[in-house]
């Protein structure tokens, strides 16, 4: 409903996977299983996950970069499935370093919505857990939806 009414929406672990579903795209079911050449950690274990525990690569200018402004940081981690194919329309902002998907945003109109849709974009990490930690750029994730969100009629 967000969607079609133009209204920003950010989609944090599991709603990053639900959106690439939602939207077109697939899983890997089980990382660890699907990739065993994957080497990093991507389930920290029983932490508060208020630190990052492996690195992004962000893309160059994209929502990432704007709000956290760097191309590079630590995240947390606590999944086992990702982004297998990035649904149409959308494109892969960030990745680890054994090239799971770390975050995607919408780039494209989508069809049958109203002026395109709004914007989408998803992490697979917890923004909203790291700004508790010693690290508040993650700040900037939720500063720059609300910018966008008050722009929505």
Same mark, same amino acid.
């Given at each position: 409903?967000?969607?079609?009414?133009?209204?920003?929406?950010?989609?944090?672990?599991?709603?990053?996977?639900?959106?690439?579903?939602?939207?077109?795209?697939?899983?890997?079911?089980?990382?660890?299983?699907?990739?065993?050449?994957?080497?990093?950690?991507?389930?920290?274990? %029983?932490?508060?996950?208020? @630190?990052?525990?492996?690195?992004?690569? +962000?893309?160059?200018?994209? &929502?990432?970069?704007?709000? =956290?402004?760097?191309?590079?940081?630590?995240?947390?981690?606590?999944?086992?499935?990702?982004?297998?194919?990035?649904?149409?329309?959308?494109?892969?902002?960030?990745?680890?370093?054994?090239?799971?998907?770390?975050?995607?945003?919408?780039? %494209?109109?989508?069809?049958? @919505?109203?002026?395109?849709?709004?914007? +989408?974009?998803?992490?697979? &990490?917890?923004?909203?857990? =790291?700004?508790?930690?010693?690290?508040?750029?993650?700040?900037?994730?939720?500063?720059?939806?609300?910018?966008?969100?008050?722009?929505?009629?």
């Amino acid at each position: 409903a967000a969607v079609k009414r133009g209204i920003p929406v950010l989609g944090i672990c599991r709603g990053e996977q639900l959106m690439a579903v939602a939207f077109g795209g697939s899983l890997w079911q089980d990382i660890p299983a699907q990739i065993p050449e994957s080497y990093v950690k991507h389930r920290q274990g %029983e932490t508060t996950g208020s @630190y990052g525990t492996h690195s992004i690569t +962000i893309e160059k200018g994209s &929502f990432l970069e704007k709000a =956290l402004g760097t191309r590079k940081t630590q995240v947390n981690s606590f999944h086992h499935q990702a982004i297998k194919d990035v649904p149409q329309g959308f494109k892969v902002i960030a990745r680890s370093a054994d090239g799971i998907v770390e975050g995607v945003e919408r780039v %494209e109109p989508l069809k049958n @919505y109203p002026d395109g849709g709004g914007m +989408i974009i998803a992490t697979q &990490f917890h923004p909203e857990v =790291l700004v508790t930690g010693r690290d508040k750029s993650f700040r900037g994730i939720f500063e720059m939806l609300v910018k966008e969100a008050a722009k929505t009629k």
